[in-house]
């Protein structure tokens, strides 16, 4: 009997004549077998249905180097190399069992369907044929004549796919394809077939997984590794296709095809690395130079030149070049309007250039398709605080400077506007109010902007000088009033300038 749920009950259930396995038996006296044989198969038996396969391929080795005219110690290994799922190793010993034992159907049967699985029509039709004349028991007569039957459908099916290819029609030829790789799993011709079939209908990851699949089931498939290179090249995944092209050439180092192709890969695989490289040290000028190179290295496949656009894109958004970033970004949204990488980028452009609407919109952009990210989340906020600050008072455009101007460009500009809106130059009692006015604003822009923390802050959106920002509501907006300021030297920031100041 054998066990409910045991390995050799499944394969049973799988391949049904496996079950001849257990219930063969053994006459030493026909195979003319040793003890040590006999001795092998029993415990090889008994480890296979015990699930140590391993082990009782082990035993099933040693039966056959001790008697190789054994037609049941090459089934039962033929039996375990299935169990292991090796079929090509399991497609010998059969055909050996069959040569040592014309009769045994159930050998014949198990080849004939191995055959079928991989698409060679013609001799899985002999097999089920020559069951069908040999006496076969009511199973296997039912088994015989229920392949015959499929093996004539696949048959029709693949006269019908090829007949659609060399027409040009293609979804015809995968429409019949998949019909026949439900049962032609192992065909790698037919994936091959169904993989060109794809290409032409331009869905290359469709085409890329049946090309993998011919990689594994057809022995040095260079052409496959080479068709899996290059898609995944035209994809723009130029790792993957490094990775495949070398497969190539290790299984031959002189195909011309794959050694053209590797050179080209690699040199734009090293530049990108490169670019990349440069993107973490924060040197974005040579960055941008190497993606430049890039878009020249290979100029005819759009994917490239899109995504070293948009790196430089960030490039020019993280160097504060906010007009070259953002034109470069509206260059990759016009071919990607859903590109996040790309509104992100611009939006920090844009806030560069207190284009506050402008960077708000992006952000809600990009978090339609991204709604988990922080960056975008924050980026929204932070849009949205400095266009509310904006409507106030921007110390920025107080003294006349961009958001990213540097400490010595804040002191130069806060010097000049000092000296031109001090009170002491005004006569008439309402320009003199006018410029005292002036003058605070000017003073408390350079002090916020020349301090780094009240700084950050006021580029958060948050006015460190403002009572309803740093409080969070409530009260007047603070502003110091001009007799705060008396006796404050607007020029005492380590420069050459000394101002007395005169007060009626």
Sequence with gaps: ?????????????????????????????????????????????????????????????????????????????????????????????????????????????????????????????????????????ENEEKEAQSQLIKSDEMQRLRSQALHAFENSDYIGAITSLDKILEVCVWDADLRELRAECYIKEG???????????????????????????????????????????????????????????????????????????????????????????????????????????????????????????IRVCSEVLQMEPDNVNALKDRAEAYLIEEMYDEAIQDYETAQEHNENDQQIREGLEKAQRLLKQSQKRDYYKILGVKRNAKKQEIIKAYRKLAMQWHPDNFQNEEEKKKAEKKFIDIAAAKEVLSDPEMRKKFDDGEDPLDAESQQGGGGNPFHRSWNSWQGFNPFSSGGPFRFKFHFN
Excluded: W
């Design 1 to 137: 009997m054998v066990a409910p749920g045991s390995v050799t009950s499944r394969l049973g259930s799988v391949f049904p004549f496996l079950l001849v396995l257990v219930d063969l038996q053994y006459e030493g006296a026909e195979c003319g077998v040793n003890a040590d044989v006999e001795k092998h198969l029993e415990l090889g038996k008994k480890l296979l249905a015990a699930g140590q396969l391993a082990d009782a391929l082990s035993q099933f080795h040693a039966a056959v180097d001790g008697d190789p005219d054994n037609y049941v110690a090459y089934y039962r290994r033929a039996t375990a190399f299935l169990a292991m799922g090796k079929s090509k190793a399991a497609l010998p010993d059969l055909t050996r069992v069959i040569e040592l034992k014309m009769d045994f159907t159930a050998a014949r049967l198990q080849r004939g369907h191995l055959l079928l699985k991989q698409g060679k029509l013609d001799e899985a039709e002999d097999d089920f044929k020559k069951v069908l004349k040999s006496n076969p028991s």
């Design 203 to 325: 869905e290359p990851r469709k085409a890329i997984s049946d090309l993998k699949a011919a990689s594994k089931l057809k022995n040095d498939n260079t052409e496959a590794f080479y068709k899996i290179s290059t898609l995944y090249y035209q994809l723009g995944d130029h790792e993957l296709s490094l990775s495949e092209v070398r497969e190539c050439l290790k299984l031959d180092q002189d195909h011309k095809r794959c050694f053209a192709h590797y050179k080209q890969v690699k040199k734009l695989n090293k530049l990108i690395e490169s670019a990349e490289e440069l993107i973490r040290d924060g040197r974005y000028t040579d960055a941008t130079s190497k993606y430049e190179s890039v878009m020249k290295t290979e100029p005819s496949i759009s994917e490239y030149t899109i995504r070293s656009k948009e790196r430089i894109c960030h490039c020019f958004s993280k160097d504060e070049k906010p007009v070259e970033a």
